[in-house]
């Protein structure tokens, strides 16, 4: 995988060929590179919540112990099964994703009829965390598509909202339209992220510094997952951010004519 054709300077049809097969040998590379650490990621993710169940098994079988003590370990451990279960939920997905196996409505969803319905979900989320959750401008828009896929994209952008804000900080939903296109944002107030790593923030398992120190739980799978609704949808997501100051998320997907 690390060799390669001499140096193919020449710009005839074997310099061309030279060149083309070398790129070809770079990407084959790279995409290796990403299933090993795609898989070391995965590992570790599920690693993490084992270790904790079986430290605290071991730990309460050490001396017998009053029921609640054995009560509070098999809570806790609940919670860790939990949190796998989630991981490989999403990680079935994703590979199903992939595969093309994942099917999509194509059907025609009010896209503000959307946002008013998850308005209250959006503000629970919020106060759990000291957040205002708001509702900007709405412009009707009509999208083909899945309407429980962009509910699920929309309420994991607020999630993240929500969980990279600091307490009293606002978020704020809007939908507007541009020509043929909608725009559906979500802006906070948050930690933001650091301008090196915006281009990697929805590849799968990548967490910013700052998202793990601000925040303990996450695995670093949601943004992966909106952004295959977003495409599955024709459309795009993008993300604009100031360090310390806060984020906004923006899904534009094409309207159906009206
Ligand atoms: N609104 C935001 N403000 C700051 N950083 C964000 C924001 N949204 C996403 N990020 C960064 O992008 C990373 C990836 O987001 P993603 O939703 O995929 O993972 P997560 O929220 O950490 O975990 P989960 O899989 O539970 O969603 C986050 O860990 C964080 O570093
Ligand atoms: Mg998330």
């Not at 595969?99 to 209250?120: H, K, M, T």
């Not at 590849?203 to 793990?212: I, Q």
């Amino acid at each position: 995988m690390t060799q390669r054709l001499a140096d193919p300077s020449s710009s005839d049809e074997i310099g061309r060929l030279a060149a083309t097969f070398n790129d070809m040998i770079a990407r084959l590379e790279a995409s290796f590179r990403q299933v090993r650490q795609f898989s070391a990621d995965a590992s570790h993710e599920l690693r993490t919540p084992l270790t904790v169940i079986k430290g605290e098994a071991e730990l309460a079988l050490r001396r017998p112990r009053p029921a609640e003590d054995y009560r509070q370990v098999l809570e806790s451990t609940l919670e860790e099964i939990d949190r796998m279960t989630q991981i490989v939920d999403e990680l079935l997905f994703l590979s199903r994703a992939d595969l093309g196996e994942v099917a999509i409505e194509s059907l025609p969803v009010r896209l503000d009829a959307l946002v008013e319905d998850i308005q209250r979900q959006a503000a629970v989320l919020g106060q759990e965390h000291g957040v205002q959750v708001t509702v900007g401008t709405v412009e009707p828009a009509v999208v083909q598509g899945d309407e429980l896929r962009l509910r699920e994209l929309l309420l994991n952008l607020v999630d993240n909202a929500v969980k990279y804000s600091r307490p009293g900080g606002k978020v704020e939903i809007a939908l507007v339209r541009e020509g043929t296109t909608a725009r559906l944002s979500v802006t906070d107030q948050g930690i933001g992220i650091a301008p090196e790593e915006l281009g990697r923030i929805f590849d799968r398992f990548y967490r910013t510094d700052a998202a793990r120190a601000h925040a303990k739980k996450g695995t670093g799978l949601g943004l992966s997952i909106c952004k295959w609704i977003a495409e599955a949808h024709h459309g795009r997501i993008e993300a604009q951010s100031t360090m310390g100051q806060g984020s906004k998320f923006t899904v534009v997907l094409p309207v159906v004519h009206d």
